[in-house]
């Protein structure tokens, strides 16, 4: 039997021994690739943290099956006249999990915390068209702008924070509150319930809309074909009732079954390279640009991830911003061997040299990457064809986050952003950005992002993103490679499944199981 079959069943007996039989019917179960680093909503910036995060609190508004804007902590709101400002009332009788009201003042809070300048987040430019929020009574809060924005409700699914839980507005990733949180939502963490193999939560008894199943078991579960196992296993004690991403070559596998059905998850997500624009060759762009032409990006995805686009640029095909008229490089060895000879980089051996650099390169990967390794090794023999070498250095989720995006300890790095609604990529390549772990900075993606920032004219700021993204493919801060059709595979005992874009289980207490 192989490693990974060990595994497999070893992973089975765990999750099979998680779950006390007497109550495995109220339980639903899915595994995540990757541990949640953080339960407080600021710093959820990996998709198993905002899928928690997405259980435990509520946010003021949520877009509903039609996609239209609903309340959820509020009840009503009043756009005012000029569009400078909006007023919500709030819903009454609400309680946190610690049995604490909730009132204006959480709203408050919350938009004070994501605007103080100690509070660093990702998406902190999601808060940046907020001048004040004025609390007018216990449930009514008025949040004014600092522009007129249309629409402006849509901006309010952040989730609220309570403010009774912290000493002030400074937010840190330190805070306790990251692995014991305290929501208004449908679930909250049960006792002991966040540990390194699980994270278990419970209905909670006060919801306003009392979710249909008791608890939820989220498993820690990097193996992908692990997470199959234990889906054709979805009717027993043993095996889970979702699988968020169904890798491509296994969909075949559920495409007439019986037990499982597949749903289709729209996500605003991208895969990408990224150049680490610190490290001495790749400072030059006829380095990067050769690097990006040695890559067979169609066969890459083919192989190893299955159906998607190939991009050219930080937007998805989907997104107002993408930029036809920029086509993706398809690769051309015999030009990538032309660029690094001009840029003066010669064949010695098996590896080009200039001096005292080498292109002989660190490629930092996250372990936990679906895929990953796989794909890397792809990579590898394409760009050894120029005579680059890529050394890997697979790291765990928690050394990778740290090397990467706050020790910059890399060359090359592999992974994905996952977005909203739209990419809002100002945090990842201004020279400011609070996401720009690539070192980057161009005077002209600078001013494009500023200008693009400060206009009202949506018409203009599409046109800005655009010339960004004309920009961005030609100077190669990262190689865009691909956005995938991702489909989840679900129990067909679940009833009432409907997956919410980006969140997935914003409707989940609609969500039913079946004996």
Do not use: C
Request: proline content about 5%; aromatic content about 12%; overall charge neutral.
């Amino acid at each position: 039997m192989t490693n990974r079959g060990l595994m497999s069943l070893a992973l089975l007996a765990l999750v099979a021994g998680a779950v006390p039989s007497a109550h495995a019917q109220q339980t639903f179960r899915y595994p995540e690739d990757t541990r949640p680093t953080s339960l407080l909503p600021f710093f959820a910036e990996d998709m198993s943290s905002v899928r928690m995060v997405e259980l435990i609190f509520d946010s003021l508004v949520v877009i509903n099956k039609r996609g239209d804007v609903e309340g959820a902590l509020a009840t009503s709101w009043k756009v005012d006249p000029d569009n400078g400002g909006i007023r919500f009332v709030l819903r009454e009788g609400v309680k946190w999990h610690d049995g604490s009201a909730f009132t204006a003042d959480d709203v408050a809070f919350t938009i004070n915390a994501a605007k103080d300048p100690k509070t660093v987040f990702n998406a902190k430019s999601k808060f940046s068209f907020i001048r004040e929020a004025t609390v007018e009574g216990q449930f009514a809060v008025h949040v004014a702008f600092d522009r007129q924005i249309p629409d402006p409700e849509r901006r309010f699914l952040f989730k609220i924070l309570p403010k009774a839980q912290f000493k002030g507005t400074a937010l840190s990733h330190k805070d306790n509150f990251n692995r014991n949180p305290v929501g208004t939502g449908p679930y909250m963490v049960k006792k002991g319930g966040f540990s390194i193999r699980s994270v278990a939560l419970e209905a909670n008894p006060d919801y306003w809309n009392p979710p249909k199943v008791g608890e939820i078991l989220m498993q820690h579960t990097p193996d992908k074909s692990a997470q199959v196992n234990l889906l054709q296993y979805s009717g027993g004690k043993a095996g889970v009732q979702a699988v968020i991403f169904l890798p491509p070559k296994n969909i075949p596998l559920f495409e007439n079954s019986d037990s499982v059905v597949l749903e289709p998850y729209h996500t605003v997500s991208w895969w990408y390279m990224a150049f680490n624009h610190s490290s001495g060759p790749l400072k030059d762009q006829a380095v990067r640009e050769a690097i990006s032409l040695a890559l067979n990006r169609e066969e890459l995805l083919e192989a190893h991830l299955g159906r998607g686009d190939i991009l050219s640029g930080p937007f998805t095909e989907s997104s107002p911003f993408y930029n036809f008229q920029v086509e993706p490089r398809a690769q051309d060895i015999e030009r990538a061997n032309q660029l690094l000879d001009q840029a003066g980089y010669k064949l010695q051996g098996n590896v080009r040299k200039k001096g005292k650099n080498k292109l002989d390169l660190m490629f930092v990967m996250d372990k936990e990457l679906a895929s990953g390794q796989a794909l890397f090794l792809g990579m590898q023999a394409q760009l050894q064809k120029i005579g680059v070498t890529v050394r890997p250095e697979y790291v765990d989720h928690a050394r990778y986050r740290d090397q990467v995006f706050s020790r910059k300890k890399f060359d090359l790095t592999m992974n994905v952003w996952s977005f909203e609604e739209v990419e809002d990529v100002y945090p990842l390549f201004h020279s400011k950005g609070v996401m720009n772990f690539i070192n980057y900075n161009n005077a002209e993606v600078d001013t494009l992002l500023d200008t693009a920032k400060a206009t009202r004219d949506y018409k203009k700021y599409k046109e800005f993103m655009k010339k960004l993204h004309e920009v961005l493919a030609k100077d190669l801060p990262y190689d865009f490679l691909w956005s995938l059709d991702v489909y989840s595979g679900i129990s067909r005992k679940v009833k009432g499944v409907f997956i919410q874009p980006y969140y997935y289980f914003t409707s989940f207490e609609e969500w039913e199981l079946q004996p």
